[in-house]
């Protein structure tokens, strides 16, 4: 498991490679079997939040080309979309698992299930390198 942070309390347990599994990841069998545009989607389950959310790395995802790491679960609030297929408790996390664990290195576990922060942060931290305070 991937230590994401100095102390025991981290938002995200990322599962070692044996731990994964392609089933049993109960919202997303939920998205298959009752929202008809993720039907076919195939996941390999990489890690959950302390709150129970699920998340999967795809390679077919109906909203997405390619591969793509998404956040799943009852109290996620994701970002609104226009596109019907794109559940509201479904937070894209980015396109590669590399990615995905590179921002839980360099920002911590709490920026990677809320990328939508990532952009203020790197507002922050170019101000403090001009000079500016936090």
Same mark, same amino acid.
């Given at each position: ?27 997303? =069998? ?5 929202? $008809? *545009? ?8 990489? *890690? ?7 998340i ?5 995802? $109906?909203?997405?080309?390619?591969? *793509? ?17 794109? $559940?509201?408790?479904l ?7 590399? =990615?995905?664990?590179?921002?839980? =290195? ?12 990532? *952009? =203020? ?7 403090k ?6």
């Open positions: 498991m991937l230590d994401t942070s100095d102390s025991d309390h981290t938002l995200v347990r990322v599962f070692d490679k044996s731990e994964r599994s392609n089933t049993d990841a109960s919202f997303w =069998e939920w998205l298959r079997e009752d929202v $008809p *545009a993720w039907k076919n989607v195939k996941y390999e389950w990489i *890690a959950s939040s302390q709150f129970g959310d699920q999967v790395l795809t390679h077919n995802s $109906p909203i997405h080309d390619g591969p *793509a790491v998404y956040m799943l679960g009852p109290d996620v609030a994701g970002p609104a979309s226009d596109n019907p297929d794109w $559940p509201e408790n937070i894209y996390l980015g396109p590669s698992v590399d =990615e995905w664990l590179a921002r839980i =290195e360099q920002f911590g576990d709490e920026f990677s299930i809320t990328p939508g922060s990532l *952009a =203020e942060l790197s507002q922050l931290l170019t101000m390198k001009r000079g500016g305070s936090l």
